[in-house]
Structure formats: structure tokens, C-alpha cells
């Protein structure tokens, strides 16, 4: 079992940054690859960034591509997931979510463990 438990949400104005992390305990943090996912309202969850489990790959979905950058600190057990140049179509709830797998995964159905998410607000 892996727990996931994102922070960092808020509201910004368009243009403007923030930094989400992901915390995880349980099982083998280094053994699972990490993504970030969004839901807007109305909307479908939707895939933002994938990172495998050693770091040295990454994915991005093309609407984020440039903007937002993910990493991650094995030793601290957290993923993170910088926004830059913020839109207020980027407004949605955040979720962090856990693969058992070696390389990132961009569907929601690949991925084992999610977080409760944490609520981004960009006001034009």
C-alpha cells in the first residue's frame, strides 16, 4: 500500500507559479514510476506529467509542455510538479498518482495509487 498526500495547491494569477508535491509512505517509494493528473470541472481527468522511478525520464502532456517541469527526490519520498506561466485553463484539481512500473505511464488506468488532490485556482 502506498499513501499519497499532495500540498502546494492555491490560487494564483495567470502568469504567475506554483509548486506542487506529492509525499508518499508505505511501500518502496523508488519502486513506482509518478504522474500528475488533472480534473476540471465538467471534465474528464486528464494526464499532465509522468516521471519514471530512477528520474531519468519524463513526460509531458503537449498543453503543459515548456510550462510545468516534474522531479523527483527519492530520499525524500516526494514528487514535485513546478508550474510556470500559469493559465486559467490550467484551473483544476491536482492529483498525484503511483505506477509499480520502471517508466512513466500517461493513462489514469496504469497507475495503482492515487492522492486526494489539491485544488488549483488561476484567475485571468
Known amino acids: 500500500q502506498v499513501q499519497l498526500v499532495e500540498s502546494g495547491g492555491g490560487l494564483v494569477q495567470a502568469g504567475g507559479s506554483l509548486r506542487l508535491s506529492c509525499a508518499a509512505s508505505?511501500?518502496?517509494?523508488?519502486?513506482?514510476?509518478m504522474g500528475w493528473f488533472r480534473q476540471a470541472p465538467g471534465k474528464e481527468r486528464e494526464f499532465v506529467a509522468a516521471?519514471?522511478?530512477?528520474?531519468?525520464?519524463?513526460n509531458y502532456a503537449d498543453s503543459v509542455k515548456g510550462r510545468f517541469t516534474i522531479s523527483r527526490d527519492n530520499a525524500k519520498n516526494t514528487v514535485y510538479l513546478q508550474m510556470n506561466s500559469l493559465k486559467p485553463e490550467d484551473t483544476a484539481v491536482y492529483y498525484c498518482?503511483?505506477?509499480?512500473?520502471?517508466?512513466?505511464?500517461?493513462?489514469?488506468?496504469?497507475?495503482?495509487?492515487w492522492g486526494q488532490g489539491t485544488q488549483v485556482t488561476v484567475s485571468s
Open positions: 498518482a503511483a505506477a509499480f512500473a520502471v517508466m512513466t505511464r500517461t493513462t489514469a488506468g496504469a497507475y495503482d495509487y
Open positions: 508505505g511501500r518502496t517509494f523508488s519502486s513506482y514510476a
Open positions: 516521471i519514471s522511478r530512477s528520474g531519468g525520464t519524463t
